[in-house]
């Protein structure tokens, strides 16, 4: 009984640690083989008009992924209804091959902060990732395997 609030206490108190994340979420990508139809979509209440945010793109990947790196499209949508849209190529391994991140086994974890902003309107904005990996001759990569999450974290800059 006593062990069991112990382990507990100490849950709560490592959640609590991430006190500049204002939001996170990570979504699976089907069969760890990300399409170019599928996008994940992250919403995000905003409340605060003033500040600056961290907008930081979550990867996890398995190491059958096939590349050293990966394009995005990352399409954002105001309350108001204004699209930007930004375009973000990540490093995933090094030039010798050694993945960047953490890794567990064959999976790798890997944050990159990708933009300071401050959204300046209340509501609800729209975060819409968007795979923009293209073979040599610019034709688009229909299947990407080896993507098996990705994610969006809001965060405030200290």
């Known amino acids: 009984m006593i062990k069991g609030l112990y382990i507990l206490l100490i849950a709560v108190l490592l959640g609590s640690c991430d006190s500049n994340r204002l939001y996170e979420k990570n979504i699976s990508i089907d069969n760890d083989m990300w399409s170019l139809e599928q996008m994940p979509n992250f919403e995000f209440e905003n409340t605060d008009t003033i500040s ?5 793109l979550n990867i996890r990947h398995s190491s059958i992924y096939p590349f050293s790196n990966l394009w995005v499209f990352i399409h954002i949508l105001s309350p108001s209804g204004a699209t930007q849209v930004d375009t973000l190529e990540t490093t995933l391994s090094q030039k010798d091959g050694k993945w960047l ?58």
């Open 52 to 56: 600056e945010v961290n907008l930081i």
């Open 101 to 158: 991140g953490d890794g567990l086994g064959d999976i790798w974890d890997l944050q990159v902060p990708f933009k300071k902003v401050r959204l300046n309107e209340s509501g609800t904005y729209s975060f819409k990732i968007e795979q923009a990996m293209r073979h040599g001759n610019l034709s688009k990569i229909e299947q990407l395997p080896g993507v098996m999450e990705i994610g969006l974290r809001i965060e405030n800059i200290e």
